[in-house]
Nanobody, 124 residues
Framework: QVQLVESGGGLVQAGGSLRLSCAAARRTLENYAMGWFRQAPGQKREFVAAISWSGDNTNYAASVRGRFTISRDDNKNTTYLQMGGLEPEDTAVYFC?????????????????WGPGTQVTVSS
């Protein structure tokens, strides 16, 4: 069982930046591909970014490409989502997810483990 915990969410003005972190409790993430998804009120959960277990491959949703960067530090057992140029449309609960030895999948069903989420609110 992999327990994930997100942190770093908060309230930020449009154009600002935030860095989300996803850490695993009592477990290494070095053999897991990691993804970030988000869900706005009344909306479906949507893919944001993903990184393969090796860190060699990344994928981004078109809406965030060029503004967000996913990275991983396996020494710290943590995955990051650096978010810049934030827009009110980025307001959502952000979830991290993990899958064993996988690629940077954009599909939520491919991930076995999920964190509880962290709220990001972007004001205009």
């Amino acid at each position: 069982q992999v327990q994930l915990v997100e942190s770093g969410g908060g309230l930020v003005q449009a154009g600002g930046s935030l860095r989300l972190s996803c850490a695993a409790a009592r477990r290494t993430l070095e053999n897991y591909a990691m993804g970030w998804f988000r869900q706005a009120p009344g909306q479906k959960r949507e893919f944001v970014a993903a990184i393969s277990w090796s860190g060699d491959n990344t994928n981004y949703a078109a809406s965030v490409r060029g503004r967000f960067t996913i990275s991983r530090d396996d020494n710290k057992n943590t995955t990051y989502l650096q978010m810049g140029g934030l827009e009110p449309e980025d307001t959502a609960v952000y979830f991290c997810a993990a899958r064993v030895l996988g690629g940077a999948s954009t599909e939520a069903f491919a991930y076995s483990y999920w964190g509880p989420g962290t709220q990001v609110t972007v004001s205009s």
